[in-house]
């Protein structure tokens, strides 16, 4: 339902959703944008979300290994090449270089 929202709404506005909550919700609690914006991205692409997720665990100083292991393990069996996919094109990278060079140490 909410993917049907945010198609709705671009073909109205001419605008994604969640750039419009990110203004709407800016004097909000961080935390409130952000889940909502979460919320919109998962369900609007659950793949390229997942694989945002794991860019953003691996792009900041200090690895997120349990964001790592729970998107990894969890999505295996289901979805992980398309996983992969969208990975390489938002890190420009492929996903298990980049986990070996994060997790080597």
């Known amino acids: 339902h909410l993917a049907a929202l945010q198609r709705k709404y671009y073909k109205e506005r001419n605008e994604e959703l969640h750039y419009r909550i990110e203004r709407i919700f800016s004097k909000w609690a961080y935390y409130t ?12 692409n659950y793949r390229k979300y997942l694989a945002t997720e794991l860019y953003n665990a691996m792009e900041v100083w200090g690895t997120d290994e349990d964001t790592l292991t729970t998107i990894i393990v969890a999505r295996a069996d289901k979805d992980l090449e398309y996983i992969k996919e ?15 060079a994060e997790t080597s140490s």
Do not use: D
């Open 33 to 44: 944008e952000k889940g909502l914006v979460s919320l919109l991205s998962a369900a609007s």
């Open 86 to 100: 969208e990975f390489e094109v938002i890190a420009g990278k492929e996903l298990k270089m980049m986990v070996q």
